[in-house]
């Protein structure tokens, strides 16, 4: 399983991504955001997110309850193994806002491009790790998507009217 689009390089999938998230107002975006591991490594370690994104006040009123989430940005067709693993450890991670400071420990880390719907293992691990996978379509929403195809958060549209389209849909019932 790999990243998704039509990406040659992760320049191409950040400027992509970065044009949609600056043309509507839903997030406050930081770039190359740095911050520490602190999971059950003995050493503090540094690690880097692409992106972190903050939710603005109109989106915070559209009914957004999902606080900061970070983003990893690839180019596509890049294996899912080592992306998932790295999402994962930012899980674990605290990052500091360049403008202030402040710890931000992001919710949810996804990764884009990615639009697959996965199940079994792999989606499981991700829905438990609170790593999910964005991707824009065609009609210019961006999906936030989380395990096994359950939209997270689907924000705007072809018509672009401002709504979110939510009902988090995590795991697999298995066996008894």
Known sequence: MCTTGNY????????????????????????????????????????????????????????????????EIKKSQVRLGRVVSQMIDYTHSEFYDPRTGLVIKPRLIFVFPCDLELGGTIGSICSQNKVGFASIDSYGALHLDVNVGGTFARLGSQWNNDHIQKGITVGMKVGS
């Open 8 to 71: 040659d390089t992760e320049s191409d999938a950040e400027k992509d991504f970065d044009m949609w998230i600056e043309q509507n107002d839903y997030f406050t975006m930081l770039k190359e955001v740095e911050g520490e591991y602190r999971g059950y490594a003995k050493d503090k370690c540094s690690v880097r997110i692409d992106r972190i994104l903050i939710p603005s006040e109109k989106l915070l009123k559209m009914g957004w309850d999902y606080g900061a989430i970070g983003v």
